[in-house]
């Protein structure tokens, strides 16, 4: 198959809290109800996994038949990348590191960060807690005391937020969201407002216990950052992150025309407007995959895009 750019199908499951804004925003389409968040790059296999335009293979088999193509040093392909549009809260969770996800779920850990694309003027996330020791974060648990242990900050739009294993937190109402994570689906949750799941007519299922046992105590977390973008080639750029072994994430923004290098695979998500990447149509909504080899771009166009990738532990090229 010829390496070059392909068009990677998003990947659609009901939520709870979801609705039908975010396919009307991102022109998705699907029969599913209610959509609050979409997986616009993942890929376990038997499970989420996104398909490749004009191809029969799910992203999981391309990264396993075409290993050039990334150039990772995961067995699975290491990043994943979802919008969310939630009509109401999510609920109190965290995720764990690799260490405890292996032992008790057989899974990985999933570190992950947002970067805040709307909110409303009253739009809030929860983040961390006001707990100072793990019995006390526990006492406050299990008494349902979440107005003492819960943390909130209003949202900040275009601000970036890390989000470390075993940090609570929750996207509030109608704060949309651009997600990178480690590619694992793994959480634990600690509180859903009481809500019935519609489908099983019973409460979603709480972790409590495992929460406490991977809940960073004391709560160090820093909130929201913001990073001053610069020009470069005409665009306009934002790096927030680049941690080999985890991921690496950028934000660039074109108005008619702009060039941009990549050291490695990429995946880039338009979050609005429409042009070309090197002759490829884009519109709002869509992602493309860069497969590794392709070190130079080209945008027209009016573009706000995210670069989502991935940079091996002993990697040592710049």
């Excluded at 376990?44 to 990264?63: I, Q």
């Excluded at 008790?104 to 709307?118: F, N, Q, T, Y």
């Excluded at 793994?186 to 489908?199: A, H, Q, S, V």
């Excluded at 709560?219 to 001053?228: A, L, M, N, P, Q």
């Amino acid at each position: 198959m010829e390496k070059q750019i392909y068009k990677i199908s998003p990947f659609l499951e009901p939520r709870i809290w979801g609705g039908d804004r975010i396919l009307k925003n991102f022109n998705y389409q699907t029969d599913l109800y209610p959509i609050g968040e979409v997986y616009n790059v993942v890929a376990l296999p038997g499970e989420a996994d996104c398909k490749v335009e004009g191809t029969d293979l799910t992203l999981s088999e391309l990264y396993r038949d075409y290993p050039d193509w990334f150039k990772c040093d995961t067995e699975q392909l290491p990043i994943r990348v979802n919008l969310l549009d939630p009509l109401a809260d999510l609920s109190v969770q965290l995720h764990p590191d690799d260490a405890y996800a292996l032992v008790h779920d057989h899974s990985r850990g999933k570190p992950e960060a947002w970067v805040i694309l709307d909110t409303p003027e009253d739009g809030k996330i929860e983040f961390g807690h006001h707990a100072h020791t793990r019995e006390e974060f526990k006492t406050l648990a299990d008494a349902h005391d979440w107005g003492k242990l819960l943390k909130y900050l209003p949202a900040k739009k275009d601000y970036f937020i890390d989000i470390p294993a075993g940090t609570l937190h929750a996207i509030g109402r109608d704060v949309l969201t651009y997600n990178i994570s480690r590619n694992a689906d793994l959480t634990y949750r600690l509180f859903d407002y009481d809500r019935i799941d519609p489908n099983t007519k019973e409460h979603r299922e709480l972790h409590i216990d495992k929460v406490v046992d991977n809940v960073l105590v004391p709560d160090t977390s820093k909130g929201f950052v913001w990073y001053e973008p610069y020009l470069k080639s005409n665009c306009e750029v934002t790096d927030y992150w680049d941690e080999p072994g985890l991921y690496g994430l950028s934000r660039v923004k074109v108005k008619d025309f702009g060039f941009y290098d990549l050291a490695r695979f990429a995946f880039i998500t338009v979050v609005d407007g429409e042009g070309t990447i090197n002759n490829t149509p884009v519109i709002k909504g869509e992602t493309v995959l860069i497969p590794d080899g392709i070190s130079q771009l080209k945008f027209t166009g009016s573009l706000d895009m995210f670069i989502a990738s991935y940079k091996n532990l002993a990697e040592t090229r710049e």
